[in-house]
């Protein structure tokens, strides 16, 4: 069946500019999460949705960042005002929804900030 | 202090070597433990779970000791295919569901 989709693939942008990036879960899978990965460092939490609503949204690094997920299925994470630093490949997964269930990861957004 | 240390390599191994990655973890409250491959500029993909019974999948080893907070896992007979990065990988204890990932070892499998 089809995995974890992301779009886009790349995104090259400017600082201080909005971005949005797409993440589609496999079907069926309640549980969703967005992830971080700098060059160099293994993928960092930045956010988990059961369903609808944010169960934990501790890994947000600051309040530019704001992720939405509407109709329990499809996610968008927004990045307002954005700076160089924010420059990393976008991580999302989805599982079952149980708490030790696999994660399975999209191929990634990877972000450039100008 | 990251919550998940790993040695970042680079390990160059002939194929048919048999090579061993270490890891070690911070929060002794931690639940679920997982080896994850990522190979270059791909996603990560689940490689293994971790028990502390030890577990053992073809050539590929994991071990678990919760009193030293470590976790190992083995790769007999390496492949060329083996070539990738190895994320060492530990639930968040308190909600059981964000991973916690090291920084990744990486493995290079030479003919």
């Known amino acids: 069946g089809a995995g974890v989709s992301q779009t886009p693939s790349n995104k090259v942008t400017e600082k201080g500019k909005y971005v949005e990036l797409r993440c589609d879960p496999i079907s069926g899978h309640t549980a969703l999460y967005w992830y971080r990965q700098s060059l160099g460092q293994g993928p960092e939490f930045l956010i988990y949705f059961q369903g609808t609503g944010a169960a934990d949204d501790s890994g947000l690094p600051n309040d530019r960042f704001f992720a939405v997920r509407p109709e329990g299925s499809v996610s968008t994470l927004k990045i307002q005002r954005t700076e160089r630093g924010d420059s990393a490949v976008y991580l999302c997964?989805?599982?079952?929804?149980?708490?030790?269930?696999?994660?399975?990861f999209g191929p990634g957004t990877r972000l450039t900030v100008l | 202090r990251k919550e998940v240390e790993q040695d970042p390599g680079p390990f160059n191994v002939p194929e048919g070597a048999t090579v061993a990655f270490n890891c070690t973890y911070s929060?002794?409250?931690?639940?679920?433990f997982f080896w994850y491959r990522q190979d270059c500029r791909k996603e990560p993909k689940l490689l293994m779970s971790?028990?502390?019974s030890g577990n053992e999948d073809g050539r590929f080893t994991a071990q678990l000791n919760r009193a030293s907070q470590y976790i190992s896992l083995l790769i007999r007979d390496s492949k060329l295919s083996d070539s990738a990065t190895y994320l060492c990988?530990?639930?968040?204890?308190?909600?059981?569901?964000?991973?916690?990932f090291g920084k990744g070892t990486s493995l290079l499998v030479t003919p």
């Open positions: 990988v530990v639930n968040n204890d308190n909600s059981g569901y964000a991973l916690n």
């Open positions: 929060n002794s409250a931690s639940q679920s």
């Open positions: 997964a989805s599982s079952s929804g149980g708490v030790t269930d696999t994660q399975y």
């Open positions: 971790v028990y502390s």
